[in-house]
């Protein structure tokens, strides 16, 4: 008779569901041992394996307080919480202070893992894309320039060059 399973790692974090029989003869990586789904079970997003009393529990929702959107060259830092473990980009972070690299790359996913959820993707965003986002349209440009001639129309791009300076 096959029977609905999950497997779960050290901190309670369900990592796969399984659907047979003999869940003692399955290999499952970074598992550390399985049980049956119950009516507890909600889904592998808000449930977690409480291994010390064998039962599952609803995960709480946390805030690491980090915004969506940063410049390029911006310190962010957070702190792992107690008894989870946090992946930036698949990156497993298990404990302290985790200070992630802005200069390079144009994004990251954060997801807190175990007794916890919490999932914020970050955007990067160089000098250029902030530059874009506030230019004026390519309308209201050309009604600048026949309103207020080439030297209007300079001032106005002026404004958002000094504004987000290359970096």
Not at 49 to 76: G, Q, R
Request: net charge negative; proline share 3%; with cysteine.
């Amino acid at each position: 008779m096959n029977y609905n399973y999950i497997f779960y790692d050290a901190y309670g974090q369900i990592v796969s569901i399984y659907a047979g029989a003999e869940p003692q003869n399955q290999t499952v990586e970074g598992s550390i041992g399985y049980a049956l789904i119950n009516d507890n079970f909600i889904s592998i997003e808000d449930t977690y394996y409480n291994t010390a009393d064998k039962t599952f529990v609803a995960k709480t929702a946390t805030n690491l307080n980090i915004p969506s959107k940063v410049d390029v060259n911006t310190s962010v830092s957070f702190t792992v919480p107690a008894d989870c473990y946090v992946t930036v980009n698949n990156d497993k972070h298990t404990s302290g202070t985790v200070t992630i690299d802005t200069s390079e790359v144009s994004g990251f996913r954060i997801t807190v893992r175990g007794k916890l959820k919490y999932e914020q993707y970050i955007t990067i965003l160089s000098y250029s894309q902030k530059r874009a986002s506030e230019y004026p349209s390519i309308v209201d440009q050309l009604d600048e320039l026949y309103h207020n001639g080439i030297d209007g129309w300079k001032a106005k791009i002026k404004e958002v060059k000094d504004k987000y300076p290359k970096s």
